[in-house]
């Protein structure tokens, strides 16, 4: 019997000086993406004199001035955002699942290319829409109205979600709808009651995508929106006013505009990973 040489156990596994380095990169990660959030969050806990102090201040007195400062003009850019991304991403699920189930369930070669299609109109520079757009909708006085943002909106994301369902009702297994058809269940029924409660994770990590897309779309928003529609994109970034750019309300403001998508995803997180994750492994 053949002895494995030991300098062959030894390479198998990483040295020391690899797993601290690997460590090390990793902190150094966690620091560069969450020291900004961090910093955020504690300058909007400081007055406007302390967020301006040099070098910066990491112990102070906390103050909730701020927040209370920056609450008086974030409802109205808040539930604005509400209602658009949330009627939007709505309109983006009743177009692109049912789309995404006809391209599954009718398959042809042809449907790849078809899919890809829907993809790479994501490529389109945004700025070469805006001019006409903007023509369009001042010609249908839509301006400044939420219906402007929500057509946008949905022209958008729908392309995600059609490319994203798309992959996930393709993998679905053909004998349970075939059963389904022998029973006499016809594709509406089938849609509803089998594909939809399948996919359902792939349907919240797709709705969730487009919920943050929509949330963060900033130029679109200040080029469509003025006061009454405002959301909250532009919202913060008409915090800087002509007596200059108070940093610790800006930083308020800008936590509490952070807080939906972040407390969406923490909620549907098992849905999100569930959903990203489906298809990965065989």
Partial sequence: MSSVPASSKRGSRPTPWVHYLQNAVLYLAVVVIFGPIFWLILTGFKTDSAAYTLPPQIFFTPTLEQYASALQSFWGPFFNSLFIVGTSTLICLLLGVPAAFALSYFYSPRNESIVFWFITTKALPLAAVLTPLFVIFRSLRLLDTPWALIIVFTGMNTPIVVWMMYQFMKDLPRGIMEAAQV?????????????????????????????IFS????????????????????????????????????????????????????????????????????
């Fill in 215 to 282: 949330w963060n779309e900033f130029l679109f928003s200040v080029s469509f929106t003025a006061i009454e529609w405002q959301p909250l994109s532009v919202a913060v970034a008409a915090q800087q006013t002509s007596r200059g750019q108070f940093w610790a309300q800006l930083s308020a403001f800008t936590t509490l505009a952070i807080l939906v998508p972040v407390i969406v995803g923490w909620l549907t997180q098992k849905q999100l990973v569930r959903g990203l994750t489906t298809g990965a492994v065989k």
């Fill in 183 to 211: 029973d006499g269940v016809n594709l509406f029924q089938m849609l509803w009651r089998i594909v939809i409660p399948l996919t359902r994770a792939g349907i919240a990590s797709t709705a969730m995508l487009c919920v």
